[in-house]
């Protein structure tokens, strides 16, 4: 039955999920989506605790309101849209706090590193190089307004479609565009100097 | 043939989508699926991230909630004790016929007063508030309104206007009490008694008692004495 189970698609298991409350359904969406979420998450807001409580709460909220799902939708659609809007809600929630984390970035890179899987491939000094880079592109990214993050992330770092960020983020296919064309725009200039080199 | 307003260049980007995409992906905790599955069992939902349950926009409102209770409350009080406090000047006076107008009077009184046997309990009689004639009302000073009109004007003082008077005497018409004598009682100021004196105001002539003026008297001697021998 497990077997089969994890065959089964992404809006397969949710519709078993919902009609027969098969638990074992709900855990396969919950490890199948666990990573790419987090990652989304963490790559919006920039700070890996909170990225696992929001991702975490997405996860109750599929749990609480799965018949909220209708099954003309793509289920990554629904639940990348459930942790983008507690995402934004969390970075709204900040706004409001003042929150500055000056430390939180430098911590998580740290971690991040550990799990980069072909890390013992890589010569010291490139790894090193890696790192440096990967800290510029993350500050980069925060740097971006909001909206063009969210979007760039979705396409560039996810590597979503067009129309399935357009779903996710409630525009139309047209402001997608434009407004990843302007973030990518805006990440050029701030990291001129790495693609340069 | 419409224009693809935002088919724009992949490959302009090329270089930035590399970057983004050689970005370490971020994995979930080890642990993320126990707890996730703790959290459900115990039904710890509570803490479910929400924007709208971290603000709720009723406390907006707190606030202004408070001031508006704080001077309705101010308000409510001083208020009170205004009504309590009331400018009598801001009363309109009563009017004559409200206080001695119709009286509600026994039956039987009425009866034997007025002599109407007819009346009942419904019956309702009302009887006019005396008239007050006003030469009645002022009888009491009749007489003396008449004794001055008598006198007409400044000629019923009694006293001269040129002259000065000695008030005691005038006021309590005792002759035997010398008028140039200026140790009795008040005396007008302007003692010359010819027409030409002013009127400058009353003075009270006190009695002096006649040992503290030979007292003094010993002393301005005694102060003249030390003052020849200074001098010789």
Redesign the interface.
């Known amino acids: 039955m497990k077997k089969k189970l994890k065959e089964l698609t992404d809006e397969e298991l949710i519709k078993e999920f919902q009609e027969n409350n098969t638990i074992e359904a709900y855990e396969i969406l919950v490890n199948r989506f666990k990573d790419p979420l987090t990652n989304y998450v963490y790559r919006f807001l920039g700070e890996k605790d909170i990225s696992t409580d929001i991702v975490q709460d997405t996860m109750i909220k599929f749990y609480l309101h799965k018949d909220s799902y209708k099954s003309f939708a793509k289920f990554s659609t629904w639940i990348y849209t459930i942790a983008g809007n507690l995402a934004r809600n969390e970075l709204k929630r900040r706004k409001r706090r003042v929150i500055l984390s000056l430390n939180s970035n430098d911590d998580d890179t740290e971690k991040r590193n550990f799990q980069i899987e072909d890390k013992a491939f890589v010569s010291p000094d490139r790894y090193t190089d890696g790192e440096i880079k990967s800290k510029i592109i993350e500050k980069a990214l925060q740097k971006l307004k909001p909206v063009y993050r969210e979007v760039v992330i979705l396409r560039d770092v996810q590597e979503l479609s067009y129309e399935e960020i357009a779903k996710i983020t409630n525009l139309s296919i047209g402001t997608v565009k434009s407004r990843i064309n302007r973030g990518r725009k805006h990440l050029q200039k701030l990291l001129k100097n790495i693609y340069s080199g | 043939m419409s224009k693809n307003?935002?088919?724009?260049n992949e490959n302009e980007?090329e270089?930035?989508?590399?970057?983004?995409?050689?970005?370490?992906?971020?994995?979930?905790?080890d642990n993320?699926?126990y707890?996730?599955?703790v959290?459900?069992n115990n039904g710890n939902?509570e803490?479910?991230?929400?924007?709208k349950d971290?603000?709720p926009l009723w406390k907006i409102f707190v606030p202004a909630a408070g001031i508006v209770t704080a001077v309705l409350l101010f308000f409510f009080l001083f208020n009170v004790t205004e009504e309590n406090s009331e400018n009598p000047f801001h009363i309109p006076p009563k009017l004559r016929t409200e206080i001695s107008g119709n009286l509600t009077v026994p039956l039987e009184a009425t009866k034997k007063v007025f002599g109407l046997n007819k009346i009942t309990n419904q019956d309702v009689v009302i009887i006019e508030s005396p008239k007050i004639d006003k030469k009645k009302a002022a009888l009491p000073n009749t007489k003396i309104q008449k004794r001055h009109s008598r006198h007409q004007g400044m000629a019923a003082l009694p006293f001269k206007l040129t002259n000065s008077t000695n008030l005691d005497v005038a006021v309590n018409s005792k002759k035997s009490m010398s008028r140039n004598n200026i140790n009795n009682r008040a005396t007008l100021a302007g003692m010359g008694n010819t027409s030409n004196s002013r009127f400058y105001g009353f003075y009270i002539g006190e009695e002096i008692d006649r040992k503290d003026v030979e007292a003094m008297k010993a002393r301005i001697d005694s102060i003249k004495r030390i003052i020849s021998l200074h001098k010789k």
Request: proline letters at 3%.
């Open positions: 307003r935002y088919n724009f980007f270089q930035i989508k590399k970057l983004l995409k050689e970005l370490p992906k971020e994995k979930a905790a993320f699926e707890n996730l599955m959290k459900i939902f803490k479910v991230r929400s924007g971290s603000f």
